[in-house]
């Protein structure tokens, strides 16, 4: 089992703790997560762009000019997709739907597998607990400065990014961290390989790991 330092809210060294092999001892998976990651980004595509075709655009409801003896290239309508104003062709439409499917089981795997990449790059710092915690902002930007200091965690107080995983909806973490910049908050159990490997850091108190044990099974 994979065993990794606790740091208090100070950024002071506070013990260890055994992770989970099952949930942070899993080796690297690139097909599996580039098969969710890939899924999880389309299904998040909200598909509003939406460009007319030359049978919506306005005009156009006769021929330009007669076929012969103009001297210019023959025209049936300007509504056709050459003619500036006139309709798009093979452009996005609304009604198309980005949706993939992705198994419950194959979701899991990936977030446990890019958790244990993640662990294994030291780009995950283990708290002792979250709480109490002020919901003040200047609190938050200190957890994150005192954490900066230890080595492995300085990217930090550098402005890298991070997601705070909370054990349950705790709104004194949320207001804490709100307004610094790069930083979110979720909760443990709403984790995704996706937002895990779109953030630097994560930030995990003892509660939100446990959850995330008891999750893998």
């Known amino acids: 089992m994979p065993e990794v330092a606790i740091y208090n809210k100070e ?27 890939s899924s999880l980004q389309a299904n998040r595509r909200r598909g509003t762009a939406h460009t007319k075709g030359r049978g919506e655009v306005a005009g156009g409801g006769r021929k330009p ?13 300007i509504r056709s997709p050459i003619w500036v104003g006139g309709g798009v062709a093979h452009g996005p439409r609304s009604e198309k739907d980005y949706f993939k499917k ?7 795997k990936a977030l446990l597998v890019a958790l244990s990449q993640k662990l294994r790059d030291k780009e995950i710092v283990v708290l002792d607990s979250l709480t109490p915690l002020e919901p003040k902002t200047k609190r938050g930007a200190a957890i994150l400065k005192n954490l900066s200091l230890v080595p492995d965690f300085a990217k930090l107080g550098q402005g890298a990014s991070a997601i705070v995983l909370t054990p ?5 973490a949320v207001r804490a961290f709100r307004n610094i910049e790069r930083i979110r908050v979720e909760e443990a159990r709403n984790l995704n390989a ?24």
Do not use: C, M
């Not at 950024?11 to 990651?37: D, I, M, R, Y």
């Open 65 to 77: 000019w007669r076929q012969k003896g103009t001297g210019r290239a023959r025209h049936g309508s």
């Open 102 to 108: 992705i198994n419950k089981k194959t979701r899991r």
């Open 11 to 37: 950024g002071k060294e506070a013990g260890s703790t055994e992770l989970a092999e099952s949930v942070f001892g899993l080796p690297w998976n690139a097909n599996l997560v580039h098969q969710v990651v």
């Open 194 to 217: 996706l937002d895990a490997l779109s953030a630097k850091y994560l930030i995990l108190p003892k509660e939100s790991a446990a959850i995330l044990e008891k999750s893998s099974g």
């Open 168 to 172: 349950a909806g705790d709104k004194n």
